[in-house]
């Protein structure tokens, strides 16, 4: 339980310094025969920063409980 604790404490830093991320995904415009025009369309991936806090808050309470259980 430590292991996952220590784990979630890592992803909810990383969670508050980055607050998303951004890819792009190629996507089929036209499709006539031997004709396929296709486009680049830019999507993004966000969450809120009061997220990266409660997971972070959540490792740190798993690790807390771990130390206690021995």
Known sequence: MRIAG???AIVGIGMLIFNGFNYTQKEKVVDIGP???????????SWPTYA???VFI??????IMSRKQK
């Open 6 to 8: 220590i784990i979630l």
């Open 35 to 45: 004709v396929e025009i296709n486009a680049d369309k830019n999507k993004e991936v």
């Open 52 to 54: 990266g806090a409660i």
């Open 58 to 63: 959540a490792g740190i309470g798993l690790v």
